[in-house]
T-cell receptor, first 114, second 113 residues
Framework: EPEVTQTPSHQVTQMGQEVILRCVPI?????FYWYRQILGQKVEFLVS????????KSEIFDDQFSVERPDGSNFTLKIRSTKLEDSAMYFC????????????FGDGTRLSIL | QKEVEQDPGPLSVPEGAIVSLNCTYS??????FMWYRQYSRKGPELLMY????GNKEDGRFTAQVDKSSKYISLFIRDSQPSDSATYLC?????????????FGAGTQVVVTP
């Protein structure tokens, strides 16, 4: 069964450094998402992306965050200058030909900011 | 008031019992309702997906949506130790929200042999 893959599984970064989290969505999917889950808290929406542009973003997704689909397969989340509070699990998800189709998630990248 | 409320548990049941999970919500605009299962250190895995009110069955899983009460449920029949996981409800308003999901806190389920 097709799946969403995320790399790396764990990223450790010094505060203030830039970090890029990578995702390969399911191949025929058109809608892409990033969510995060701080330890012990709910999964929270960050951003949705369709047709090479951001469709919607949450208040968490400030100027320090950006997303990109650099080629036909990868979808990335960049955090420009990481803060301690950015430590969380980051999940990538994708859905099919319309945004009402169910989203399928990857296993996440655990981001630890020191 | 939180938009999606879910009892975090843990909910402990003996093998073979029925597991009953539920979520309540406040936003009457939600139209799409999902249940995900999450094992430790893994991503959410889609279990059930329903639109609007009604019931949906898939094997041992039954999802119910009561939009008038703003209440959704998931039932797992003949529970197995491998069903031990955290179960997340999630919902969205549909096209206008570009698929943005609102999650519950997740209920931890433990099925004991």
């Amino acid at each position: 069964e097709p799946e969403v893959t995320q790399t790396p599984s764990h990223q450790v970064t010094q505060m203030g450094q830039e970090v890029i989290l990578r995702c390969v969505p399911i191949s025929n999917h058109l809608y892409f998402y990033w969510y995060r889950q701080i330890l012990g808290q709910k999964v929270e929406f960050l951003v949705s992306f369709y047709n090479n542009e951001i469709s919607e973003k949450s208040e968490i997704f400030d100027d320090q965050f950006s997303v990109e689909r650099p080629d036909g397969s990868n979808f990335t989340l960049k955090i420009r200058s990481t803060k301690l509070e950015d430590s969380a699990m980051y999940f990538c998800a994708s859905s099919g030909t319309n945004s009402n189709q169910p989203q399928h998630f990857g296993d996440g990248t655990r981001l630890s900011i020191l | 008031q939180k938009e999606v409320e879910q009892d975090p548990g843990p909910l402990s049941v003996p093998e073979g019992a029925i597991v009953s999970l539920n979520c309540t919500y406040s936003n009457s605009a939600f139209q799409y309702f999902m249940w995900y299962r999450q094992y430790s250190r893994k991503g959410p895995e889609l279990l059930m997906y329903t639109y609007s009110s009604g019931n949906k069955e898939d094997g041992r899983f039954t999802a119910q949506v009561d939009k008038s009460s703003k209440y959704i449920s998931l039932f797992i029949r003949d529970s197995q130790p491998s069903d031990s996981a955290t179960y997340l409800c999630a919902m969205s308003v549909g096209t206008d929200s570009w698929g943005k999901l609102q999650f519950g806190a997740g209920t931890q389920v433990v099925v004991t042999p």
